[in-house]
């Protein structure tokens, strides 16, 4: 069956923020709770546009006992923005000959700092951000719109990501997919499942 559509997820496989950056600026600033459990809380509502900037980074500000604004706190994050520039080269190539998506969790804010920093379409002929879909990006009606939308089916999409979550929701679909690890790994697989289609 041969591979028509890949699809990227964007978080840790082609750009991340850097939490230790972020956990440095709360250390200065004498926050020294741990987020993660904040952000499995309250990120999946911003992500697919149940809370504002304000509402999420006023919330985090309360929780962490941060003594400056909630903007701040919010810039202090968006400044520590890492790009995947190899990763993203390799998705720009593979669009010369398929159809490249980003399928990815993010909150609209975080989509507006990319946007300053990458061109997307230069990379990809679509992207399906869950703030824009108001929905997680591995719920069924989301990936049925992708192969409707392409007319493909469903054994003719590859998708990578670095949940093993995410991946066996994509599986039990009927995505081809690759649990990402590393660029090296990556590039491997990729050729592999594009060899063989």
Same mark, same amino acid.
């Given at each position: 069956?041969?591979? *028509?559509?890949? !699809?990227? /997820?964007?978080g840790d &496989?082609?750009?991340f +923020? /850097?939490?230790s950056i972020f956990d440095s600026f709360l250390e200065k600033n004498n926050c020294l709770k741990n987020t993660s459990s904040f952000f499995k809380q309250y990120k999946p509502d911003f992500d697919i546009d149940k809370l504002s900037e304000e509402e999420f980074w006023s919330k985090l500000k309360k929780y962490l006992g941060f003594k400056g604004t909630w903007? %701040?706190?919010a810039t202090a994050n968006k400044n520590n923005l890492k790009i995947n520039r190899k990763n993203l080269e390799l998705a720009k190539k593979i669009k010369e000959n398929r159809i490249t998506i980003l399928l990815s969790n993010m909150d609209r804010t975080s989509v507006s700092r990319i946007n *300053? %920093? &990458? =061109?997307?379409? %230069?990379y990809f =002929? *679509? +992207?399906y951000f869950s703030f824009k879909l108001g929905q997680n990006?591995? =719920?069924e009606d989301v990936l049925k719109q992708i192969i409707s939308e392409f007319n493909v089916r469903s054994e003719e999409v590859l998708f990578i990501d670095d949940f093993q979550g995410n991946v /066996? *929701? !994509?599986h039990k679909f009927g995505f081809k997919t690759i649990l990402y690890k590393d660029e090296e790994q990556l590039s491997k697989e990729l050729k592999h499942h594009l060899n063989q289609s």
């Open positions: 069956m041969t591979i *028509k559509i890949i !699809a990227f /997820d964007w &496989v082609l750009g +923020y /850097d939490l903007q %701040e706190l *300053k %920093e &990458v =061109n997307l379409d %230069e =002929n *679509k +992207y990006k591995m =719920n /066996d *929701k !994509a």
